[in-house]
Structure formats: C-alpha cells, structure tokens
C-alpha cells in the first residue's frame, strides 16, 4: 500500500500501470487501501476537535470525547460510501465509450484517486477553515491529475475521452466532497451543542 501511495504522488503514470498489472478486486482495494486510508481523516479530525477545537470566529470549540467517537463513525462510513459513488458515477459517464472500464475496475480506479483527499486529512489535527479550504484545493488539484492521467492508463480510455470524462467526474465529485464536508460540519456542529449543553450542566 505504501508504494501505490508513494508512486502516485511521485509518479502517477507509472503507478497506475503497476495497478493495472495487480488485477486487484474492490475487496483487496478497501482491505489494503481505502479502509486505511479513510482513517487518516477520521483519526485527525477526533484529535483536532477534542484537544484542539474546532476554530471558528476566533474561538475553539471542543467536541466531547463520545460525541467525536460517533461522529468520527459517521464521517468514516461516509467516505467508504462516497469511494463506491465516485466509481459508479465514472462508470455511468463512461457508458457511451466503447473501452468502456467494468464497474468494479471504476470504483477501484476512484478508490486510489481519492488518496491525496484521504492524506489531505493529517489537516484537521488542527481544524481551522482557512487552513482546511488550502490543504483541501491542493489536494483536490492533485486528484484532478491522478484522474487524468489514470484515464488512459488503467481505465484505457482514450485521452480525448478521457478529458470529457475527467471534467464531469471532477465537478460531480467536488459536488459529492462539499456535500460529504457540509454534512460533517452540520454532524460536528451537534457536538458543539453537545458539548455547550454538557458543559452548562457542569458549570
């Protein structure tokens, strides 16, 4: 795992072409790649909001321990559903080419694409919105690239089909990213009131 994640950021071209040649199947891509990687987020972002806080308008909120532990469950089967949408939307988009990948070569295809989002993640050990919204555009450029230059590479689709499809997948999937991070926010903001209501009752 660590020399797929190491060659995709160093040389994605050639790793990409490495994959292809391992015939993996979406169990060994979540057993040694996604279900690991997902924790990077999840663990960063209950250290950030129960040590640290999240900062917002100058203050730091903390979370309390539990309500993180649950949110942090939440936010981790959310990212392991949200690998599996990403496949089934590059599949679906790729239905009028005639190379066009199986469903599971797709969702193993947005499994690794999503790496430098999951390593992206380190950033909520110290949850502060402009840091998050800097580390997050860089990492989503760097998935836009791992996704173009994958297209040919191991979905075997043309580079002329492919920049149709890496545009459409790069906008439905920021769609999917801004969702996916609004609901955290929204989950993460019922720990702030769990916290506040927790904490008045101690006071």
Request: with cysteine.
């Amino acid at each position: 795992m660590i020399n797929h994640i190491w060659g995709l950021l160093a040389n994605p071209g050639r790793e990409w072409r490495n994959i292809d040649r391992e015939k993996e199947s979406i169990t060994n891509l979540y057993a040694r790649h996604v279900l690991l990687m997902a924790l990077i987020p999840v663990v960063s972002a209950f250290i950030g909001t129960t040590q640290i806080g999240w900062h917002l308008g100058g203050e730091a909120y903390k979370v309390a321990v539990p309500t993180a532990a649950a949110l942090g469950i939440v936010f981790y089967i959310l990212m392991l559903i949200g690998v599996a949408i990403m496949g089934n939307v590059i599949h679906w988009m790729s239905d009028s080419f005639a190379s066009r990948p199986s469903r599971s070569r797709c969702i193993i295809f947005a499994g690794y694409v999503a790496t430098p989002l999951f390593i992206a993640g380190i950033a909520l050990l110290y949850p502060k919105a402009w840091l998050l919204l800097m580390v997050g555009i860089v990492a989503l450029a760097y998935s836009a690239r791992l996704l173009y230059v994958g297209m040919p590479a191991f979905l075997r689709i043309p580079v002329n089909e492919g920049l149709t499809i890496s545009g459409g997948t790069l906008a439905i999937g920021v769609l999917v990213l801004e969702l996916l991070l609004a609901l955290t926010v929204a989950l993460w903001g019922l720990g702030f009131n769990d916290y506040a209501v927790s904490w008045s009752l101690f006071r």
